[in-house]
């Protein structure tokens, strides 16, 4: 997966459109640049830029350790720690609408090369602190969202170890179900069907002493 930069760069001359040629004509040969296009937000007072300053930098560390969290258990759980994983088509970036083919979502390269403001989601006539808000809020949904998703995944790896040791173990041990069909169980008024696990070397003794081993124990009464 490529690496990206994500930078912000002073409007030469207030051109935004001549910066991002200079950039372009300056880092042609090392990298290739899309352009991100933020709007106008709305600036408000110096007093409120000073106390955003402040939140800012908290909220800041908050998000950058819940995206740094997501980075992790993708790489390490999910398919982004294998290009050829099946799954890694299925990674996606963007707001859900609840539809399957939900055109808003994108994988997370082409989000990046085509971003576009989420107007809908981030009104431009809200003030920055609410902006803010509105992804801090987001980000730790996200944040719930994700730790529930791995108590969930670590339940069911749990369960599945627990599994596969039972089947990797004896018959005293492992389930009967790849052994026994239903037409092996006979339940009635006067007969009880009875599994026993014996090993191989006793086998033998086994058919030859069970009918003894309990009263009523109908002769011939094994299917091995």
Not at 57 to 75: I, M, N, P, S, T
Not at 133 to 138: D, E, L, P, R
Request: aromatic content about 8%.
């Amino acid at each position: 997966m490529s690496v990206y930069w994500l930078i912000s760069a002073p409007a030469e001359s207030g051109s935004k459109e001549e910066t991002f040629k200079n950039l372009k004509r300056m880092t042609s040969e090392m990298a290739d640049n899309y352009k991100m296009d933020v709007p106008a937000l709305r600036v408000g007072t110096l007093d409120s830029l000073m106390t955003l300053s402040d939140d800012l930098e908290r909220q800041d560390r908050y998000v950058e350790g819940a995206v740094h969290r997501f980075e992790k258990e993708l790489l390490e759980k999910g398919p982004l720690h294998d290009p050829k994983h099946p799954l890694l088509p299925l990674v996606s970036v963007g707001r859900d609408d609840g539809n399957e083919r939900n055109k808003n979502r994108k994988p997370p390269e082409e989000y990046l090369k085509n971003f576009e403001w989420d107007q809908a989601r981030f009104p431009i006539k809200s003030t920055l602190p609410e902006l803010v808000g509105i992804i801090t809020k987001m980000v730790v949904g996200a944040d719930e969202e994700v730790k529930g998703f791995l108590l969930e995944y670590n339940s069911i790896k749990s369960s599945l170890s627990t599994a596969e040791r039972k089947g990797q173990g004896g018959l005293n041990a492992k389930s009967l179900v790849e052994f026994v069909e239903k037409r092996d169980v006979v339940a009635t008024d006067k007969l009880n069907t009875v599994f026993c696990a014996v090993p191989k070397f006793a086998v033998q003794t086994f058919l030859s002493e069970y009918e003894g081993y309990a009263s009523f124990t109908p002769a011939e009464g094994r299917e091995p």
